[in-house]
């Protein structure tokens, strides 16, 4: 979600929190001993032990910052690369013909 302060972004999410049928993960900062990297290794495997998971990152911009956004982006291009091998091994495995939206 992305809009003003005030606009009812966290209480909305905190709403779908609530109702969602997946474990919610909810980080408002990368602090770690180990650094900020280390913190999104911890979060980004959470997730995945604890799949299906909604992941929450309040602040976004505030929690990425020009040292960290490469290794962000790899961890959540992680998570969508596990996804494709997944669909991948279910079309092998599988005569499902598997198409992508227009």
């Not at 976004?60 to 960290?68: C, F």
Request: proline share 6%; hydrophobic share 40%.
């Amino acid at each position: 979600m992305y809009g003003p302060p005030g606009n009812g972004k966290t209480i909305s999410m905190k709403a779908i929190m609530k109702s969602a049928p997946a474990t919610p993960l909810y980080v408002r900062n990368f602090n770690h001993y180990g650094g900020p990297e280390m913190a999104m290794k911890v979060v980004f495997a959470k997730a995945r032990q604890l799949a299906p998971s909604l992941l929450i990152l309040e602040d976004l911009d505030a929690l990425i910052t020009s040292g960290t956004k490469s290794y962000f982006l790899n961890e959540v291009g992680d998570i969508f690369c596990d996804e494709l091998e997944l669909v991948a091994q279910l079309r092998r495995s599988t005569a499902w013909t598997i198409t992508t939206a227009s």
